[in-house]
């Protein structure tokens, strides 16, 4: 068995425009890989203190093992954030950056498409990132994000946006990450984690991630949960993968 403590990234700045402009935030140019406003960065702060808490102490933090973070500059810099706390300490967990743990779905959404790896790498010096394959995110799609930004969650309906956008939505046509990631595939995903995170030989490891993630890994669906920005959730990993709170 693992023992998993798992945040939701502090809050950022589309999670503050999604109040004034609605669902039309995620598909803002200026909210391309979206960071954290001042609230988020204080947030980041607390949750490792609390965490250092809830383990007993400075002294306990050093039960870490690993810290594994989506590759998501949200993400990214909770993580940063959360890390302080074990400067000075002669062990620091190593921080492993993994292009599986963004959230759900991948290939739209401004806030959802991440810098080149090498910018990444310069800014995060020291952290791993074997886990992002590609230098520059071919996993988003800018013509999936314009299509669907205008037609919502009907793909149905992306067809009568724009010609030149449709033969995205077919896949004999089109390559699998141009199309939109399915309920299912983003299931197979969070599997392949679990097995990521299973076969790492830390026994203890932080995971800081988004909300979607955290859904489908405790409740088995994307939508299916509330997870607070900077809130800590103990979990427990099982050899068959499974997942209990606690």
């Not at 800018?142 to 995205?168: C, F, W």
Request: a negative charge; hydrophobic letters at 40%.
């Amino acid at each position: 068995m693992k023992t998993l403590y798992c945040i939701r990234h502090g809050r950022a700045r589309h999670n503050e425009d999604a109040e004034v402009y609605g669902r039309e935030a995620y598909y803002r140019v200026e909210n391309v890989d979206s960071g954290l406003v001042a609230k988020g960065i204080e947030q980041a702060q607390a949750v490792g203190a609390s965490l250092s808490a809830h383990l007993g102490g400075d002294t306990k933090m050093a039960t870490v093992d690993a810290v594994f973070t989506s590759s998501l500059s949200r993400a990214l810099d909770t993580t940063k954030y959360l890390m302080a706390g074990f400067d000075g300490r002669e062990r620091v967990p190593d921080v492993h950056v993994v292009d599986i743990l963004r959230g759900f779905p991948f290939g739209s959404f401004m806030m959802a498409k991440r810098q080149p790896r090498q910018v990444l790498q310069e800014r995060y010096e020291g952290w791993n990132f074997d886990g992002v394959r590609d230098e520059e995110d071919i996993l988003w799609n800018s013509k999936l994000n314009r299509a669907e930004g205008a037609a919502g969650d009907d793909y149905s309906q992306v067809v009568k946006v724009d010609a030149e956008y449709a033969p995205i939505l077919d896949p004999a046509v089109a390559a699998p990450r141009q199309l939109p990631e399915t309920t299912d595939a983003f299931r197979a995903r969070v599997r392949e984690l679990k097995q990521l995170l299973w076969d790492h030989p830390a026994r203890t490891m932080i995971v800081v991630a988004h909300d979607d993630i955290f859904c489908m890994l405790f409740n088995d669906h994307p939508d299916n949960g509330d997870f607070k920005n900077c809130h800590f959730y103990p979990a427990c990993l099982h050899a068959d993968l499974s997942v209990t709170r606690g």
